[in-house]
């Protein structure tokens, strides 16, 4: 039980992998879209270039997006609007007429022509809302048909046969007789304008129930295609007629495949790709990134970033799949080269992208686009701590986009009379939404533990709390990691490492001699050496524990574990050999470990240079009257025996570019100790 719980720690790591594998491939099968894959692969306007199709079952032809459009369109515009016609309001009106009357008319007026006048004005009134008194309406031609609703009752009318609040005057005019009444018509208007309401009201609830019921009756397919017929012949172009109908069949295919007898089978495919791609990204970083493999913290961070983009990609889709091309993929192989490297981002990139075919329409043509803007981003993003680089290189990957877009539509039109221009706006949406890489990546630092450029940079401020600390408290110390920084940089950017990671680790490197300054040389400002006081075992001690130190302040001050790596492995394994000599002379008993750095050794291009940049620095100050010849022996006996001792067998640095270094260090020391050539006398 015992040796099995020892076996299953010892592979934890793989486990967590494993687990984390199986995970993402099932978000991403799930993500994907629940139809089946079509066989045949199409564009408009190219040949078909498989054999000759026959229809392999009877199915609609289905209509075109534009056409639907034109015909929902087209009955919105035709459909007659329905308006209600309120019997208690004309009611509501007639006693008021009854009420009113009175004070109108006075009693001066004969009783017999009063009466006269009532039973007129009551005629009026039904006359008047016969069919209706309506607010007027700038929306509606006079002849436009409409409906009225009365009661239980519909009933067809023309805009123009209903009564408008605007033409009391001249109904009056019309309908009063032209005998003694007319003189009255002034005082009918005034009665009138002041009970007169209107009764007739749009029904906009009734309309849209109507509208929607004709949109409802629109059919999507217009006629069928018969098992058997003849669709398209090898060597046809997919246009026109043909092309709607392989849609067609395309969609019912589809959607007859995803069916519960098909759907475990699907899946089960889908799944075989899916681990096919996650399996080729863990066999690269096996094989070529050992260091990322190996760090469950960064494999976690780029699945992550895969399903993220899948998910996001296909909520697009299902959303509106005419925004896919606004989701900002180039924000991965962005991130992935600013945490990471180049490679690495081009190839998750790339095989995100072919994962992607099978949720988005057209493919072909979503896969060449993404891939070249891929490819741009990895070659146009350098220097990403610079706020303009990132500007210019999201307005080049956006151009790429239109112009990769704009070959494209006129491939599959043959002209330009109808390209929708704003696709080209969602490209710029695009662009804009990858200017968010910049905060994403801060917030991905801070998740994730990484470290990029951007923060290197401002790591590297010599004004920073820690670095000022260092150059109050050890000005000695700071102004050797000031040199050592120098001579790293440049021999980093000789053999193509990372330059800003090794001057970064270059300046924080000692900051463990803060703790006690003036037991290294290079602090102290008298002759008084407190070293003289102590034994060579304490001196050792005190000079190993500056490396304990040191990654104890480097922690309370929480710089990245990259950085802490340089404080690590700066000394590697080797001897405190000044106090391990000096034990040695006085011939007493001592254990060798207790003279030897505790490791561990350098474990990357940029460890390797810091350590060996470290020695040279430090060793040049006991130089006197160096030559060129001086120098040169001098750096090739300090890193020679650090190759004997075996501090670079874990780096992943070759004899070529150690050679390399050892050309820039001379040089460097060369031009620090002005040296000129010797001129003969």
């Keep these: 039980m015992k040796s099995q719980l020892n076996k299953l720690y010892k592979n934890q790591s793989l486990i967590y992998k494993g687990f984390l594998f199986l995970v993402s ?121 409409v409906y009225l609703i009365k009661g239980n009752e519909v009933s067809t009318h023309i805009f123009d046969n209903f009564l408008h609040t605007g033409k009391l005057n001249s109904f009056l005019s019309e309908n009063l007789p032209k005998s003694d009444l007319n003189d009255f018509s002034g005082i009918f208007y005034n009665l009138f304008f002041d009970i007169i309401k209107t009764n007739v009201f749009y029904d906009e609830n009734f309309t849209s129930k109507s509208i929607q019921e004709a949109l409802n009756d629109i059919s999507s397919t217009r006629g069928n295609i018969t098992k058997g017929k003849l669709i398209i012949a090898k060597d046809e172009v997919v246009e026109g007629e043909k092309f709607e109908i392989l849609n067609s069949l395309k969609k019912e295919y589809q959607s007859q495949l995803w069916n519960a007898e098909n759907y475990n089978w699907i899946v089960f495919g889908y799944s075989i790709l899916v681990i096919l791609a996650l399996l080729m990204l863990l066999l690269f970083l096996r094989k070529y990134r050992k260091e990322i493999f190996y760090n469950n913290n960064k494999v976690t961070f780029i699945f992550f970033n895969v399903v993220v983009m899948i998910f996001l990609t296909t909520l697009i889709v299902k959303y509106n799949v005419a925004y896919v091309y606004v989701v900002p993929l180039c924000i991965l192989p962005l991130i992935l080269k600013a945490f990471f490297d180049a490679r690495l981002g081009l190839f998750t990139h790339v095989l995100t992208v072919l994962l992607l075919g099978f949720i988005v329409p057209n493919s072909f043509e979503y896969v060449f686009l993404q891939t070249i803007a891929g490819i741009v981003t990895i070659q146009t993003i350098t220097e990403l701590y610079k706020r303009a680089n990132l500007f210019i290189s999201v307005g080049q990957i956006t151009l790429v986009y239109i112009v990769a877009y704009f070959a494209f539509y006129i491939i599959h039109e043959g002209n330009i009379s109808n390209i929708s221009w704003i696709t080209f706006g969602l490209f710029i949406l695009n662009g804009l939404a990858t200017l968010f890489a910049q905060p994403l990546i801060y917030i991905y630092e801070k998740i994730f533990g990484l470290v990029s450029d951007v923060s290197l940079l401002e790591l590297s401020n010599t004004n920073s709390k820690l670095l000022k600390e260092l150059s109050d408290k050890a000005p000695g110390t700071f102004h050797h990691s000031l040199q050592v920084a120098n001579l790293a940089e440049a021999s980093a950017n000789e053999i193509g490492a990372n330059a800003m990671l090794v001057r970064v680790g270059a300046l924080y490197h000692d900051i463990g001699k803060m703790k006690e300054p003036m037991y290294f040389t290079e602090n102290q400002t008298t002759s008084i050496n407190p070293h003289n006081e102590l034994r060579p075992k304490e001196s050792a001690s005190i000079i190993i524990n500056h490396v304990l130190d040191g990654i104890e302040l480097a922690r309370k001050n929480k710089l990245p574990d990259r950085i802490i790596d340089f404080i690590r492995t700066h000394h590697g394994t080797s001897l405190v050999y000044y106090f391990f000599k000096l034990q040695k002379e006085s011939e007493e008993s001592f254990d060798e470990k207790d003279f030897r750095y505790p490791g561990p050794i350098p474990f990357s291009k940029e460890t390797a240079i810091l350590m060996m940049s470290d020695a040279v620095e430090a060793a040049s100050k006991s130089l006197k009257n160096p030559t060129f010849s001086i120098i040169n022996d001098f750096v090739e006996k300090i890193i020679s025996k650090q190759i004997e001792e075996g501090q670079f067998l874990n780096a992943n640095i070759t004899f070529k570019e150690i050679e390399q270094i050892k050309k820039v260090l001379k040089q460097k020391l060369t031009n620090i100790y002005h040296l000129r050539v010797e001129y003969p006398e």
Aim: net charge negative; hydrophobic share 30%.
């Design 25 to 145: 491939t099932i978000l991403i099968v799930y993500f994907f879209p629940k139809g089946g894959k079509f066989k045949y692969e199409f564009q408009k306007g190219k040949p078909w270039q498989y054999e000759n199709l026959s229809a392999p079952f009877d199915f609609p032809i289905y209509k075109s997006d534009e056409q639907l459009k034109e015909e929902r369109e087209a009955s919105e515009s035709n459909q007659i609007p329905y308006f209600r016609y309120n019997s208690e309001i004309v009611k509501e009106v007639h006693t008021t007429f009854e009420a009113n009357f009175s004070e109108y008319f006075k009693d001066s007026i004969s009783r017999r022509k009063r009466r006269r006048l009532r039973e007129e004005g009551r005629e009026l009134l039904d006359l008047l809302y016969k069919n209706g008194v309506l607010l007027d309406k700038e929306d509606y031609n006079n002849d436009d048909l």
